[in-house]
């Protein structure tokens, strides 16, 4: 706000005070000739409100008609002070009465204005807020002051008119600032709230003097005639006022107190109706605030509802794709699987080989395209009563019908998934469940689909580079031991099995399965005789045996295939709590490949023979581990390794029992 315009409005502000002061009879100020400074403090605010709008184009049309406004009622005010100067009574209607009565539509009009371009986004309730607390503020006015009108009306029709006119121009114009003041909130706009200050001033005063004029006791210049004067000042003060930023985003959910103090209000006068003589207009207004509540009641609980089917929708359905996602395939499977008579079907899972190599090569936009021109295909082949979800990065899955029918829909999916172009090639390996044939459980039959689904992608890596050099590396560690060649072979499959039970992505458990098969092959450095050594190793064969990892690091990180896989091995004797080797790494900084290998190593080498003891039985083994978890083991891995040695066992006894 400029200098000169901040100074303006105090000297305003503080002759109205001034004034005030002075009709309330406390002492003597120098305020002048009140009959006529008013109009200049009135005319100087509607100066300042054309001067906004001729100087800046940004709300322009809104303080020109909000200025006029003023100007209008300051235009009226000065016939009316001239006629009574000259001790004579103006007849109504007059030329003052224009004056007056064109300050209401025209500040309604800037309002509207103003506020259409500073609020955004409002929601229908919040429109409804507004309205009730326009449609009950109107009550109010219409309580208080139609009723005196109306017992003093007299003379011409023109004359009823005119007075009339002054109650109905206040109730819309209050109705409207209470309206805007109520859908925007307490972060609305301040100025709007400056505004509303100088127009509920107006209407206190306007309405003062419309119940004493009916009673023949109003005396001009009375302590309330300053109430007039404030809208000028509010308006100028306002249109100086730096908005905040260029728009105002109104709050998405309205309150639920703004409906229910307005309907308490609403629903006072309607009891007062019963009690004392109220206007039928303050009932019918009243009465429309408490049936625009319960159209806020209605609107609520439709986007309520509509929220909640959106919620559900979107908690179901990949946001890439459009298809279902895990959730959804879970609740499907449990709908047909709870049936007393299940159908047969198929339950197929598809992860996509090559996907990472053309997301690495054309970027995450590409990748994102191709998966959803791979999911259209998809869900076009397999049309209902199949059925198609994607299980996350690059995992489809489908139900299928059984028999063969589901057979031929589920060759027709793989093809589906192949795609191959410049520079890439796609294809999709696949694990099938026959469902309720092979189970009826849902995650064990996601579990089943999986585990097939990475040895069918295995399979189709077993000719890579990293296989090659790996064998190479198991061929010449088997020469060296035999048994410790078995060791890790067992260790392997266990290793395998936990990392997908802990749901791993699929390259984390290739990088598993193979830093298990190497776990040991760091041993080749190590003399034989402190390998089979029979008793307890010497503090210096200890350092030496240590170092083991270390090596196996070195060996495997000499070939690039395999350079992902030689930290695991390197971190395969951490302790979760700091107390392994060769880092002393503990918690989350041991790499979780690595701790998953930990586990099934240490199961291992507690169930079978070594020099120098004998093998424990598989629950004291299983114990030990339960005991270690949180110290010596990732607590995680522990519970997902129970559980698959848990279930192993329970598939064990079931088979035996068949």
Not at 80 to 93: I, Q, R
Not at 388 to 412: I, K, N, Q, S, T
Not at 470 to 475: F, H, Y
Not at 578 to 591: N, R
């Amino acid at each position: 706000m400029p200098r000169a315009v901040r100074v303006a409005l105090f000297v305003l502000g503080g002759w109205v005070v001034a004034c005030e002061v002075h009709a309330l009879g406390v002492g003597w100020l120098p305020v002048g000739p009140v009959k006529w400074l008013h109009l200049a403090v009135m005319g100087a605010g509607a100066g300042l409100c054309l001067l906004r709008a001729g100087l800046r184009r940004d709300e322009r049309w809104a303080w020109l008609l909000l200025g006029l406004g003023v100007s209008a009622w300051v235009a009226g005010e000065l016939y009316f002070t001239a006629v009574l100067w000259s001790d004579a009574s103006p007849p109504v209607p007059s030329p003052a009465d224009v004056g007056y009565l064109s300050l209401p539509p025209l500040v309604f009009a800037g309002l509207v204005v103003l506020a259409r371009s500073r609020i955004h986004g409002l929601p229908k309730t919040l429109w409804v807020d507004g309205l009730t607390a326009g449609l009950a503020a109107g009550a109010v006015s219409a309580t208080v002051v139609f009723q005196p009108v109306l017992d003093a009306l007299g003379g011409s029709r023109l004359a009823i008119a005119t007075n009339l006119s002054y109650p109905v121009a206040d109730l819309l114009l209050l109705g409207l600032i209470c309206g805007l003041l109520a859908a925007g909130g307490r972060r609305f706009d301040r100025r709007f709230w400056i505004l509303a200050v100088g127009i509920l001033c107006f209407w206190t005063s306007d309405t003062i003097y419309l119940v004493k004029a009916a009673q023949d006791t109003w005396v001009s210049g009375g302590p309330f005639d300053p109430g007039w004067w404030i809208i000028a000042v509010c308006f100028a003060a306002a249109a100086w006022t730096k908005p905040r930023g260029r728009g105002i985003e109104v709050r998405q959910r309205g309150t639920i107190s703004v409906p229910i103090v307005f309907a308490l209000i609403s629903l006072a006068i309607l009891v007062a109706g019963t009690i004392t003589n109220v206007t039928v207009l303050a009932v019918a207004l009243a009465t429309a605030a408490l049936l625009s509540v319960l159209l806020r009641l209605v609107l609520t609980f439709r986007a309520h509802q509509e929220m909640l089917h959106r919620s559900r929708n979107e908690a179901s359905t990949d946001p890439l794709t459009g298809l279902g996602n895990r959730r959804a395939l879970s609740a499907a499977l449990e709908r047909r699987l709870d049936d007393a008579k299940p159908a047969a079907m198929i339950l197929a899972l598809f992860d996509l080989d090559g996907f990472k190599s053309y997301n690495d090569s054309f970027g995450h936009a590409a990748g994102d395209a191709l998966l959803q021109r791979l999911a259209t295909g998809l869900a076009a082949v397999l049309a209902a009563p199949a059925s198609v979800y994607r299980m996350g990065g690059d995992e489809f899955c489908a139900l299928l019908p059984g028999g063969d029918e589901g057979g031929a829909l589920l060759r027709a999916a793989a093809a589906v998934l192949t795609d191959h172009g410049d520079g890439f090639s796609i294809s999709a390996s696949l694990g099938s469940v026959q469902l309720p044939e092979e189970t009826n459980d849902v995650e064990d039959a996601l579990r089943l689909a999986d585990q097939r689904m990475y040895a069918h992608k295995h399979g189709h890596r077993r000719s890579g580079a990293a296989d090659q050099v790996k064998r190479a590396l198991l061929l010449a560690l088997a020469q060296r031991d035999p048994e410790l060649s078995d060791h890790v072979n067992d260790v392997a499959k266990l290793a395998e099995q936990t990392a997908r039970e802990l749901r791993c992505p699929a390259a984390l458990i290739q990088r598993v399965r193979l830093a298990a098969e190497l776990h040991d092959i760091g041993k080749m450095a190590i003399p034989e005789a402190i390998l089979r050594k029979p008793g307890a190793l010497t503090d210096q064969e200890w350092a030496l045996m240590h170092q083991h990892t270390v090596a196996g690091e070195r060996i495997i990180a000499s070939s690039a295939a395999l350079a992902d896989v030689a930290p695991l091995v390197r971190s395969s004797h951490e302790r979760w709590d700091g107390g392994g080797y060769p880092d002393g790494l503990a918690d989350d900084q041991i790499p979780r490949g690595a701790r998953i290998v930990t586990v099934c190593d240490c199961y291992h080498a507690m169930t079978r023979d070594r020099p120098y003891r004998k093998a424990m039985s598989e629950e004291v083994a299983l114990a030990e581990l339960r005991a270690g978890a949180g110290s010596q083991f990732d607590p995680e891995v522990v519970r997902a390794f129970l559980r698959l040695h848990a279930q192993t066992r329970r598939n064990v006894t079931t088979s035996d029992l068949a």
